[in-house]
């Protein structure tokens, strides 16, 4: 077999339909028996249910053409997006909705960002922030949020993750808000986004379709990276070249021999955040927002969104998910998944994120693991060491978590694309 992929969600699905049209010989592996990974709908009593947020948002042109030559029924969003903050909801972006804080807070964020100071080379995030926002603008928002995302505190995590993820913005857009009123909310790199009208899955349905080497419920049990062979229950498959789209950790511990104890440590030494996904299906009056960021700490999750404004929901019913991070660092609260549900839907009452009388028609409760990399200190060193082993052994690491990095699904189809036409 010139080349094997490991795993089917949108990275090896992309990957697949590549080397078709490039008539490459290959065979796809996936452990579940239907494709998609996170990228995966579950139809539950009328509602929707997502693994989170999975959103459709494009920068290249080759790539929307890519994804409307699917034919899916997508529909078009503006973004309504809000930060819940001193009681009560706030525009996205945080820094140039200034005007809709109180007017002490305001003016502190105002003139801290007036009064940044440029850092050329950070060395973590909270340098970032600092010099980018100024710090009232840090501790009030970015700070607390950032914390209850990545699980430790910004100034234990590299700046490199942000990118376009960060709304940058000059001192002419804070100011323009604060005499005009005007409510901010096309900044960001998703201010516009398309969702498929019956859930994310439609996107790795419509993929699988087109891909003719694709092998459901093989689950791969050992990688022979010198013998260029992976194995499942059902068989071997040896390869010229093996597309690694599986969490790069999960490598570890299938591949035989074992690796060199230099590149044991660097895999043992990655480190990411588990998300507790709540998907909850309501009776009752929707709310509008699409989602929002918590960054009070007596809320659990760090954010919630209403995926039925995604695929329009029926009349009198609605879903909201909510995420919460843990990791080593930071532990889930105690009891179980139904003790946790119960006081996030009473909180998110509470706050009026959701209308006092809806109720609970079902739910779902799963942790997803990794959920995000965090970019500590030993991030760079190790990923870099990993991948030159790969190289050596023609491993090519492909998609969100193989790559071990932050990155939206059009940047993942988009880099496959370049490696598949490398290839």
Same mark, same amino acid.
């Given at each position: 077999?010139?080349?094997?992929? /490991?795993?089917?969600?949108?990275?090896?699905?992309?990957? /697949?339909?590549?080397?078709?049209?490039?008539?490459?010989?290959?065979?796809?592996?996936?452990?579940?028996?239907?494709?998609?990974?996170?990228?995966?709908?579950?139809?539950?009593?009328? !509602?929707?249910?997502?693994?989170?947020?999975?959103?459709?948002?494009?920068?290249?042109?080759?790539?929307?053409? !890519?994804?409307?030559?699917?034919?899916?029924?997508?529909?078009?969003?503006?973004?309504?997006?809000?930060?819940?903050?001193?009681?009560?909801?706030?525009?996205?972006?945080? =820094?140039?909705?200034?005007? =809709?804080?109180?007017?002490?807070? /305001?003016?502190?964020?105002?003139?801290?960002?007036?009064?940044?100071?440029?850092?050329?080379?950070?060395?973590? %995030?909270? #340098?970032?922030?600092?010099?980018?926002?100024?710090? %009232?603008?840090?501790?009030?928002?970015?700070?607390?949020?950032?914390?209850?995302?990545?699980?430790?505190?910004?100034?234990?995590?590299?700046?490199?993750?942000?990118?376009?993820?960060?709304?940058?913005?000059?001192?002419?857009? &804070?100011?323009?808000?604060?005499?005009?009123?005007?409510?901010?909310?096309?900044?960001?790199?998703?201010?516009?986004?398309?969702?498929?009208?019956?859930?994310?899955? #439609?996107?790795?349905?419509?993929?699988?379709?087109?891909?003719?080497?694709?092998?459901?419920?093989?689950?791969?049990?050992?990688?022979?990276?010198?013998?260029?062979?992976?194995?499942?229950?059902?068989?071997?498959?040896?390869?010229?070249?093996?597309?690694?789209?599986?969490?790069?950790?999960?490598?570890?511990?299938?591949?035989?021999?074992? &690796?060199?104890?230099?590149?044991?440590?660097?895999?043992?030494?990655?480190?990411?955040?588990?998300?507790?996904?709540?998907?909850?299906?309501?009776? /009752?009056?929707?709310?509008?927002?699409?989602? &929002?960021?918590?960054?009070?700490?007596?809320?659990?999750?760090?954010?919630?969104?209403? %995926?039925?404004?995604?695929?329009?929901?029926?009349?009198?019913?609605?879903?909201?998910?909510?995420?919460?991070?843990?990791?080593?660092?930071?532990?889930?609260?105690?009891?179980?998944?139904?003790?946790?549900?119960?006081?996030?839907?009473?909180?998110?009452?509470?706050?009026?994120?959701?209308?006092?009388?809806?109720?609970?028609?079902?739910?779902?409760?799963? &942790?997803?693991?990794?959920?995000?990399?965090?970019?500590?200190?030993?991030?760079?060193? %190790?990923?870099?060491?990993? !991948?030159?082993?790969?190289?050596?052994?023609?491993?090519?690491?492909?998609?969100?978590?193989?790559?071990?990095?932050?990155?939206?699904?059009?940047?993942?189809?988009?880099?496959?694309?370049?490696?598949?036409?490398?290839?």
């Amino acid at each position: 077999m010139d080349v094997v992929i /490991g795993g089917a969600g949108i990275s090896g699905l992309t990957m /697949g339909y590549f080397l078709d049209k490039k008539k490459r010989d290959y065979i796809l592996l996936e452990k579940q028996s239907e494709p998609g990974g996170l990228c995966r709908s579950i139809h539950q009593q009328g !509602f929707i249910f997502d693994y989170t947020g999975h959103l459709l948002h494009f920068r290249y042109p080759e790539i929307e053409s !890519f994804i409307k030559s699917l034919n899916l029924k997508l529909l078009s969003h503006k973004r309504r997006a809000y930060i819940f903050f001193n009681g009560k909801l706030i525009s996205y972006p945080f =820094q140039l909705n200034l005007h =809709q804080l109180p007017p002490e807070i /305001g003016y502190h964020c105002l003139y801290d960002f007036i009064q940044r100071r440029s850092c050329p080379n950070p060395q973590n %995030s909270e #340098e970032f922030f600092v010099s980018e926002f100024g710090k %009232s603008i840090f501790q009030y928002f970015l700070e607390p949020y950032n914390q209850k995302l990545w699980t430790i505190k910004p100034k234990y995590i590299i700046p490199d993750w942000m990118g376009r993820f960060v709304p940058h913005v000059q001192l002419s857009e &804070v100011l323009k808000p604060l005499f005009s009123g005007e409510e901010i909310t096309d900044k960001g790199y998703n201010p516009f986004f398309y969702y498929p009208q019956n859930g994310i899955s #439609e996107l790795p349905l419509s993929l699988v379709k087109k891909i003719s080497q694709i092998k459901l419920n093989q689950e791969i049990i050992e990688v022979n990276w010198k013998e260029k062979k992976v194995i499942t229950e059902q068989g071997t498959y040896p390869y010229g070249k093996l597309i690694w789209t599986l969490p790069l950790k999960s490598f570890l511990n299938l591949a035989q021999p074992a &690796v060199p104890e230099v590149i044991k440590k660097s895999f043992n030494n990655l480190r990411s955040v588990k998300v507790l996904d709540l998907e909850m299906g309501f009776e /009752g009056k929707s709310p509008e927002y699409h989602w &929002v960021y918590l960054p009070e700490e007596n809320i659990l999750p760090y954010r919630v969104g209403c %995926s039925s404004n995604f695929y329009q929901g029926k009349p009198g019913q609605f879903s909201i998910y909510a995420e919460i991070a843990f990791s080593r660092y930071k532990k889930i609260p105690p009891g179980d998944k139904k003790a946790v549900l119960e006081k996030v839907i009473s909180s998110l009452k509470k706050y009026k994120l959701i209308d006092s009388q809806a109720k609970l028609q079902t739910y779902i409760a799963r &942790v997803i693991d990794p959920a995000y990399v965090i970019y500590d200190k030993n991030w760079k060193q %190790s990923r870099k060491n990993i !991948f030159v082993f790969f190289g050596k052994h023609s491993i090519v690491p492909v998609g969100r978590y193989a790559k071990w990095y932050y990155a939206s699904m059009e940047d993942v189809i988009f880099n496959t694309l370049k490696i598949a036409e490398m290839m």
